[in-house]
């Protein structure tokens, strides 16, 4: 049964850091896509990042282009989001989901076939 579990949120500065991480079980890891969304109160699920599944294509909204970075250990079986130079506007519920040989409409819900259950990252002003 395939599991997905993010860790790493927490109360960061604005200007700081955080790395977050989505350790997955019961798949085959390297088959598939990860992708990063994010969900603020009172907002839709959007789109942050993703990682194509055979780990040679990421792709970035334009709000975390340049200060985000998706990533991923296979050995580990675990996709990372590097969040650099966080702002206020950066605080949500972050999600990690995976789609099977994903490669095209990452950048949509609908395509992923599992979720985490998401970490809270909160930027303070």
Known sequence: QAHLVESGGGLVQAGGSLRL????????????????????????????????WTGTDTYYADAVKDRFTVSRDTAAKTAYLQLNRLKPEDTAVYYCAADHKGWLGLTRPVEYDFWGQGTQVTVSS
């Open 21 to 52: 991480s989505c350790t997955a079980s019961g798949i085959t890891f390297n088959d598939y896509a990860f992708g990063w969304f994010r969900q603020a109160p009172g907002k839709e699920r959007e789109f942050v990042a993703a990682l194509v």
